[in-house]
């Protein structure tokens, strides 16, 4: 009996092999994006979880403007603290290699210690060596080999170091410039590791050290001992103590491997939820169809159960093939997508294996969702008495439905098109879910559609809209102003502004932030800030502008106070109105008037950087005459940066058109399995009106007319929902060097819109196709 109802079943989905295809297909997708997701996880944390053994990763980072090595000892007498590692970072430009834009941030090390170089190629340094070993990206993005001698810009001297190997290390996993990068680029900038004595004779830091690490004992947490930190270190200027969740390149990746946990939490369940609206449309109609087989199958002995363990059999059948061939392929899928983690993040190749824990939750989650699906449309059918079972159900009332109730509202349809309205009214469990299908798909596709506009207000909006400058240059050391201006005098360029930057840490209540503050002129041209309504922003001489960003971390408004913690060359702290908040999401830049600046600081009449516009066509000269001179440590040109940002998009897009791609497809899946299970229902009559004359275009508006409803209904119901995903994905995407906005936007929702008709127009399309197909004779010959 097993046998046969098997056989019976294989025969009921081979008649119906699209609409299980579309569900299998679905299922499918959803776990191999659940596979992909928790594997790609997985081989992250293993790889991780390697380098930070390897080189001896610290758990606690102190950084000051210059101290005492020795004052190492005292840091390791503070309860809860282990070994100390007193370092030296500074940031070098190369001078021969690349268009003067080449830097290496040079961090002191000794072999044997802690935050040491993972050796990819060569040896380590030796001690008291010119000798570094870099970081192994930036040898391969410059196709140097071992034993190549480059030139660094050194206190103003040009220096050779002879590169001994290549390495990585959780200092440069993800190392950029300034968070508005974003993108490594380590062509241009990577680390380079230097023998601890050879820093000191560079930098002329003797016995001196800018950096501590430091482990922390069994059972402490950095905020055990952050407050001993500070104050051993206060009087040497310290300006950030933080833990290793808060290192810039540790807590980028440790934010992503949080997002594809996310990601892989609600990617299948989503799916899921799809794919049961197209089974339970597809498993109801089956059922309906076979009470009679129902009824037989009971009268000859076979109970109730078997034929509930029957039907459950559909469910369970596509939820095992979908689950193990989306486990499987979402394990081969990983592959590319860990690749390109391990080179984003400049991580070691550790193999995870394949997961078979993955293939088995994928597959016992697809198995229990779709069988439970199944076993709901069969339940009521198996609870009848064989006889009641082999007559027909009962006719359901013909009262009107909620559309013939509504005055003047049948006049603007045809016949068919009243036909559809009845049809909708009548089969309300069906039209649900067709409705609540269409509007997770268009939710799919308006939220990822809506992401390439993020990047226009999270990133291009901050390079083009608040930046005008062509190049902005940074000195080694603050300079004053006046000189500088005087200085360089060049026709090329058609305005400078200097500007002038302060490490300090911003405190509102119990909340603390770690910033840049950037003092720029009062009446500032190159650099144009402004608020939510895009009005324009001004310094004030008293007061300070902050990022939405820093306002919603420390939960201040305009209006509002800051205390500003400056701690070079003596620590003060001042209380500062908050004058406006400007729109920008990414980075902890607050700024402030020079004036201002200079009443908080030591910074008086100097400045750190210039801004430059150069004269139109002159921008490679500024470049040229700008790249060798003296003090000058960096150089970026704002164009440049465009263009790359513009460049990676390219690619980017086209990974978001296939995403959109699938949301499409997800809502054409439901609307042609909805239009098929109505067209094999009315297949008589639509048999009857063929045969009285009407065109199969005609006869068409019967089901057309209805998915154009339930689609327009479900883009309005996916509207509300599209808000809510891009507000859930902004929080859950957030991180301490940025937030995401609310992204979703009109246009992208009136596209999504018109996406999802094409895919109704596409649907009838096909739905005519097997109407122009129907033979009206020889069907209204068949019995019922």
Same mark, same amino acid.
């Given at each position: @009996?097993?046998?046969?109802?098997?056989?019976?079943?294989?025969?009921?989905?081979?008649?119906?092999?699209?609409?299980?295809?579309? =569900?299998?297909?679905?299922?499918?997708?959803?776990?191999?994006?659940? =596979?992909?997701?928790?594997? $790609?996880?997985?081989?992250?944390?293993?790889?991780?979880?390697?380098?930070?053994?390897? +080189?001896?990763?610290?758990?606690?980072?102190?950084?000051?403007?210059?101290?005492?090595?020795?004052?190492?000892?005292?840091?390791?007498?503070?309860?809860?603290?282990?070994?100390?590692?007193?370092?030296?970072?500074?940031?070098?430009?190369?001078?021969?290699?690349?268009?003067?834009?080449?830097?290496?941030?040079?961090? #002191?090390?000794?072999?044997?210690?802690?935050?040491?170089?993972?050796?990819?190629?060569?040896?380590?340094?030796?001690?008291?060596?010119?000798?570094?070993?870099?970081?192994?990206?930036?040898?391969?993005?410059? #196709?140097?080999?071992?034993?190549?001698?480059?030139?660094?810009?050194?206190?103003?001297?040009? &220096?050779?170091?002879?590169?001994?190997?290549?390495?990585?290390?959780?200092?440069?996993?993800?190392?950029?410039?300034?968070?508005?990068?974003?993108?490594?680029?380590?062509?241009?900038?990577?680390?380079?590791?230097?023998?601890?004595?050879? @820093?000191?004779?560079?930098?002329?830091?003797?016995? /001196?050290?800018?950096?501590?690490?430091?482990?922390?004992?069994?059972?402490?947490?950095?905020?055990?001992?952050?407050?001993?930190?500070?104050?051993?270190?206060?009087?040497?200027?310290?300006?950030?103590?933080?833990?290793?969740?808060?290192?810039?390149?540790?807590?980028?990746?440790? +934010?992503?491997?949080?997002?594809?946990?996310?990601?892989?939490?609600?990617?299948?369940?989503?799916?899921?939820?799809?794919?049961?609206?197209?089974?339970?449309?597809?498993?109801?109609?089956?059922?309906?169809?076979?009470?009679?087989?129902?009824?037989?199958?009971?009268?000859?002995?076979?109970?109730?159960?078997?034929?509930?363990?029957?039907?459950?059999?559909?469910?369970?059948?596509?939820?095992?093939?979908?689950?193990?061939?989306?486990?499987?392929?979402?394990?081969? =899928?990983?592959?590319?997508?860990?690749?390109?983690?391990?080179?984003?993040?400049?991580?070691?190749?550790?193999?995870?294996?394949?997961?078979?824990?993955?293939?088995?939750?994928?597959?016992?989650?697809?198995?229990?969702?779709?069988? &439970?699906?199944?076993?709901?449309?069969?339940?009521?059918?198996?609870?009848?008495?064989?006889?009641?079972?082999?007559?027909?159900?009962?006719?359901?009332?013909?009262?009107?439905?909620?559309?013939?109730?509504?005055?003047?509202?049948?006049?603007?349809? &045809?016949?068919?098109?009243? /036909?559809?309205?009845? !049809?909708?009214?009548?089969?309300?469990?069906? !039209?649900?879910?067709?409705?609540?299908?269409?509007? =997770?798909?268009?939710?799919?596709?308006?939220?990822?559609?809506?992401?390439?506009?993020?990047?226009?207000?999270?990133?291009?909006?901050?390079?083009?809209?608040?930046?005008?400058?062509?190049?902005?240059?940074?000195?080694?050391?603050?300079?004053?102003?006046?000189?500088?201006?005087?200085?360089?005098?060049?026709?090329?360029?058609?305005?400078?502004?200097?500007?002038?930057?302060?490490?300090?840490?911003?405190?509102?209540?119990?909340?603390?932030?770690?910033? &840049?503050?950037?003092?720029?002129?009062?009446?500032?041209?190159?650099?144009?800030?402004?608020?939510?309504?895009?009005?324009?922003?001004?310094?004030?001489?008293?007061?300070?502008?902050?990022?939405?960003?820093?306002?919603?971390?420390?939960?201040?408004?305009?209006?509002?106070?800051?205390?500003?913690?400056?701690?070079?060359?003596?620590?003060?702290?001042?209380?500062?109105?908050?004058?406006?908040?400007?729109?920008?999401?990414?980075?902890?830049?607050?700024?402030?008037?020079?004036?201002?600046?200079?009443?908080? +600081?030591?910074?008086?009449?100097?400045?750190?950087?210039?801004?430059?516009?150069?004269? !139109?066509?002159?921008?490679?000269?500024?470049?040229?005459?700008?790249?060798?001179?003296?003090?000058?440590?960096?150089?970026?040109?704002?164009?440049?940066?465009?263009?790359?940002?513009?460049?990676?998009?390219?690619?980017?897009?086209?990974?978001?058109?296939?995403?959109? $791609?699938?949301?499409?497809?997800?809502?054409?899946?439901?609307?042609?399995? +909805?239009?098929?299970?109505?067209?094999?229902?009315?297949?008589?009559?639509? !048999?009857?009106?063929?045969?009285?004359?009407?065109?199969?275009?005609?006869?068409?508006?019967?089901?057309?007319?209805?998915?154009?409803?339930?689609?327009?209904?479900?883009?309005?119901?996916?509207?509300?929902?599209?808000?809510?995903?891009?507000?859930?994905?902004?929080? #859950?995407?957030?991180?301490? @060097?940025?937030?995401?906005?609310?992204?979703?936007?009109?246009?992208?929702?009136?596209?999504? $819109?018109?996406?999802?008709?094409?895919?109704?127009?596409?649907?009838?399309?096909?739905?005519?196709?097997?109407?122009?197909?129907?033979?009206?004779?020889?069907?209204?010959?068949?019995?019922?």
């Amino acid at each position: @009996m097993v046998k046969l109802l098997f056989l019976k079943m294989l025969r009921d989905m081979k008649k119906s092999l699209a609409a299980y295809g579309i =569900c299998l297909l679905i299922v499918g997708v959803g776990f191999c994006g659940f =596979c992909v997701m928790s594997v $790609a996880k997985d081989h992250l944390q293993v790889s991780r979880d390697l380098l930070y053994e390897k +080189s001896a990763f610290t758990e606690g980072f102190a950084e000051v403007y210059e101290a005492p090595a020795a004052i190492k000892d005292k840091l390791a007498d503070i309860q809860g603290i282990g070994e100390v590692q007193a370092r030296i970072i500074k940031e070098a430009r190369l001078t021969d290699i690349g268009d003067g834009n080449a830097r290496l941030k040079l961090i #002191s090390y000794e072999k044997g210690g802690r935050n040491v170089p993972m050796l990819f190629q060569g040896t380590d340094v030796k001690a008291g060596e010119l000798q570094v070993v870099a970081g192994n990206a930036f040898l391969e993005a410059r #196709s140097l080999a071992v034993g190549t001698k480059i030139h660094v810009l050194v206190s103003g001297k040009d &220096t050779e170091l002879e590169i001994t190997g290549g390495g990585i290390s959780p200092e440069n996993i993800y190392i950029i410039r300034n968070i508005v990068d974003m993108y490594p680029d380590a062509a241009n900038y990577d680390v380079g590791f230097v023998d601890q004595k050879t @820093m000191e004779a560079l930098y002329g830091m003797k016995d /001196m050290a800018n950096s501590f690490a430091f482990d922390l004992d069994p059972g402490y947490t950095i905020d055990d001992v952050k407050d001993q930190v500070e104050e051993l270190l206060k009087p040497y200027g310290c300006y950030s103590v933080y833990g290793r969740e808060d290192h810039q390149s540790a807590s980028m990746l440790d +934010s992503e491997l949080d997002q594809l946990d996310q990601m892989a939490l609600v990617l299948p369940f989503l799916f899921l939820f799809v794919a049961a609206v197209v089974l339970y449309i597809t498993m109801h109609r089956l059922i309906e169809q076979q009470r009679i087989q129902v009824g037989t199958m009971l009268s000859i002995g076979i109970t109730g159960e078997q034929i509930g363990w029957h039907y459950l059999g559909y469910g369970l059948t596509i939820g095992v093939i979908g689950g193990l061939a989306g486990g499987l392929l979402g394990n081969v =899928c990983a592959t590319p997508l860990v690749d390109y983690y391990r080179v984003y993040y400049n991580l070691p190749d550790a193999q995870a294996g394949i997961s078979m824990k993955y293939l088995v939750i994928g597959v016992i989650l697809a198995s229990v969702f779709c069988s &439970t699906v199944s076993y709901l449309c069969a339940r009521k059918l198996t609870h009848l008495s064989p006889a009641d079972a082999l007559r027909p159900p009962a006719p359901k009332g013909a009262k009107k439905t909620l559309a013939e109730r509504i005055p003047g509202l049948l006049k603007l349809f &045809t016949v068919p098109g009243i /036909m559809a309205l009845r !049809s909708i009214g009548r089969n309300p469990k069906r !039209s649900m879910l067709s409705l609540f299908g269409i509007a =997770c798909a268009f939710m799919i596709t308006a939220t990822l559609m809506s992401v390439s506009s993020l990047f226009d207000v999270f990133l291009f909006d901050n390079l083009e809209k608040v930046q005008h400058q062509d190049f902005t240059v940074y000195f080694e050391e603050p300079l004053k102003t006046v000189d500088v201006l005087s200085s360089i005098e060049n026709e090329n360029i058609e305005k400078m502004e200097p500007f002038a930057e302060a490490q300090a840490k911003l405190i509102r209540g119990n909340e603390e932030l770690d910033c &840049t503050v950037q003092g720029i002129d009062r009446d500032c041209e190159l650099v144009h800030l402004y608020d939510a309504d895009g009005g324009t922003i001004h310094v004030a001489s008293e007061g300070i502008v902050l990022s939405i960003h820093m306002a919603q971390r420390l939960g201040v408004g305009v209006g509002g106070w800051v205390d500003v913690k400056v701690t070079y060359p003596e620590e003060r702290i001042t209380r500062v109105p908050v004058t406006a908040v400007m729109e920008q999401y990414m980075g902890t830049t607050a700024y402030m008037s020079m004036e201002g600046l200079a009443d908080i +600081s030591e910074y008086r009449n100097v400045c750190t950087g210039l801004y430059i516009k150069a004269a !139109s066509g002159a921008e490679e000269l500024i470049w040229k005459d700008l790249e060798g001179a003296p003090q000058v440590t960096g150089l970026e040109g704002r164009i440049a940066k465009i263009q790359k940002w513009r460049d990676m998009m390219g690619s980017f897009d086209m990974l978001i058109g296939m995403m959109v $791609a699938l949301g499409i497809l997800i809502g054409l899946a439901v609307l042609y399995t +909805s239009a098929l299970i109505s067209f094999e229902e009315l297949k008589r009559e639509l !048999s009857v009106m063929l045969m009285l004359g009407l065109t199969a275009g005609e006869c068409l508006e019967v089901i057309s007319v209805g998915q154009w409803i339930l689609t327009a209904g479900g883009v309005l119901l996916g509207i509300p929902m599209t808000f809510w995903m891009s507000h859930a994905f902004a929080v #859950s995407m957030s991180a301490k @060097m940025f937030s995401i906005p609310d992204f979703a936007d009109a246009a992208s929702v009136a596209e999504s $819109a018109v996406l999802m008709f094409t895919a109704v127009f596409i649907s009838s399309r096909l739905i005519l196709r097997k109407l122009k197909a129907v033979s009206p004779v020889s069907l209204l010959m068949e019995r019922e």
